[in-house]
């Protein structure tokens, strides 16, 4: 029953650090999207780079994949306290039930911080592209990079 409660909160805790990132990039890209919008209407210029506007939504996942690291390593030195022994863990028939046990949802949340910044990306480029009109974009060039691949790959 302690292990299934263990496992459901650190569940909890990896699903809840996933939802934070989210909260965070959006508010982090769309704000600061939102208020220059805003504050364009009423003085002719150019938008902030799209690089510059992304660069902010992005830290938290970065963030998250390096918790994930540090949980991998709490999962493995948990076996070497209380009552969990590593001796024992080492001594099952199936030599990759420690690996598994203590990189699963770790690897998960990983997996989570790399995919979700990706479709969150192309949502944040469809936002900038479809919502900023013309005359307040820059140059491709001042764009940035990311903005230069992605208007390759889907121009």
Known sequence: RRRGRLLRLRTALVLSGLAAGLVWNAAAFLVPFLQEYERLTWVRAAFEPFDRHLRRALIPFALL??????????HLL?????????????????????????????????????LLPLVLLLAYFAVYRLCTPPDFLDSLELQGRTYQLLCCVFS
């Open 65 to 74: 994949a390096g918790w994930m690291v540090a949980l991998a390593l709490v």
């Open 78 to 114: 948990s076996h070497y306290q209380e009552s969990r022994s590593i001796y024992l863990m080492r001594r099952l028939p199936d030599r990759w039930d420690l690996p598994r046990r203590c990189l699963a949802l770790p690897l998960l949340g990983l997996a989570g911080s790399a």
